[in-house]
T-cell receptor, first 112, second 117 residues
Framework: SQKIEQNSEALNIQEGKTATLTCNYT??????LQWYRQDPGRGPVFLLL?????KEKRKERLKVTFDTTLKQSLFHITASQPADSATYLC???????????FGAGTRLTVKP | GAVVSQHPSRVICKSGTSVKIECRSL??????MFWYRQFPKKSLMLMAT?????????EQGVEKDKFLINHASLTLSTLTVTSAHPEDSSFYIC?????????????FGNGTRLTVT
């Protein structure tokens, strides 16, 4: 069956540390993958997109990797801050036609 | 740029009544809009894909007669929950993409919290 799994429902880290979130998928061959941030009671906000031919993408303190062999993406937040506390969702285009499906998300809490 | 406005943010209705939720793209043309439902601590469940000027495509298990979707213009899509029941209580979110842009980000509204009493 096809799955998108974010295998940590919740992650707690100390301020200043690097948070690493994982997104694994099975039986998909996405041309690209996206990461979103969602705060409670709000809609998701786009963070980063990485294509299948890109190994790594960076934006300020954020870094995403994409390993199509392992069928996995890692999302890193360096020098984490309490304001980074939110739920982070990965999303795949399952049909190469902007048909995005989402993982269940990882709720990150950064403690001061 | 790329702002999506969703209204209302919260609505409480009585069982058996209908509720309309609006999703507007404020500064871009959205040829495609998506409607999702989200349960607490769960991910977004795609309900339907709405293309301007044509009928919506519903995901398996979503009742098209219960969740009526209209995408009459490039900036507006509506979701009407008909004959609402308490089990329809949920967080509904819309998103939109720009015309002709493959691999573009989805722009989301801030959701509508529906409570059916």
């Amino acid at each position: 069956s096809q799955k998108i799994e974010q295998n940590s429902e919740a992650l707690n880290i100390q301020e200043g540390k690097t948070a690493t979130l994982t997104c694994n998928y099975t039986n998909y061959s996405p041309a690209y993958l996206q990461w979103y941030r969602q705060d409670p009671g709000r809609g998701p906000v786009f963070l980063l997109l990485i294509r299948e031919n890109e190994k790594e993408k960076r934006k300020e303190r954020l870094k995403v990797t994409f390993d199509t062999t392992l069928k996995q993406s890692l999302f890193h937040i360096t020098a984490s801050q309490p304001a980074d506390s939110a739920t982070y969702l990965c999303a795949l285009d399952i049909s190469n036609n902007n048909d995005m499906r989402f993982g269940a998300g990882t709720r990150l809490t950064v403690k001061p | 740029g790329a702002v999506v406005s969703q209204h209302p943010s919260r609505v409480i209705c009585k069982s058996g009544t209908s509720v309309k939720i609006e999703c507007r793209s404020l500064d871009f043309q959205a040829t495609t809009m998506f409607w999702y439902r989200q349960f607490p601590k769960k991910s977004l469940m795609l309900m339907a894909t709405s293309n301007e000027g044509s009928k919506a495509t519903y995901e398996q298990g979503v009742e098209k007669d219960k969740f009526l979707i209209n995408h009459a213009s490039l900036t507006l899509s509506t979701l009407t929950v008909t004959s609402a029941h308490p089990e329809d209580s949920s967080f509904y979110i819309c998103s939109a993409t720009s015309q002709g842009r493959w691999a573009s980000p989805l722009h989301f509204g801030n959701g509508t919290r529906l409570t059916v009493t």
